[in-house]
């Protein structure tokens, strides 16, 4: 299904930084979230790239994809934790313990993004979440990784 507008208004990023165009999968219970990342040529930093047939074939960037771990992160922390931008919620990685770029994900077939928070500690004005992420291009995993963001709420 497509993306509630009010999630979309409440991103901290517009379309051409969120790059996801479908929410897949929600569980609340299982703190889980999945959604569909269109892969293409114009994508950032894949437009840049100096593409060879044979020893540099376009890809979606290792970059890009850890880009892509904090907007799936803010999927569930609007779907599952329940912060909301708007209200003063922001939040930001705060440490790679892993990244895994499995196989190459050429442009083309979208990616599946999930995002488990495996766990949480929450105050008033913070949640601290460790996340594992997989994803996926047709069935291949392309990325895994676990990190830790710190969601905090901002007073203007």
């Not at 790679?96 to 928070?117: D, N, Q, S, T, V």
């Amino acid at each position: 299904m497509p993306f509630d507008p009010a999630f979309v208004d409440d991103c901290p990023y517009g379309p051409g930084g969120m790059l996801m165009d479908e929410l897949l999968r929600v569980d609340v219970d299982a703190s889980l979230v999945v959604a569909r990342m269109p892969t293409f040529d114009d994508l950032p930093l894949t437009r840049e790239q100096r593409a060879h047939p044979v020893r540099h074939p376009r890809h979606v960037s290792g970059g890009l994809m850890v880009h892509m771990t904090g907007m799936i992160a803010f999927v569930h922390a609007y779907y599952v934790l329940g912060l909301r931008h708007a209200d003063g919620w922001i939040g930001y990685g705060g440490r790679i313990h892993g990244a895994r770029f499995k196989a190459r994900a050429p442009p083309g077939e979208p990616m599946e993004l999930e995002c488990r928070a495996k766990e949480t500690r929450k105050t008033d004005k913070s949640v601290l979440a460790r996340y594992d992420f997989t994803f996926t291009q047709a069935g291949t995993v392309v990325y895994e990784g676990d990190q830790t963001a710190l969601w905090q709420k901002v007073e203007a």
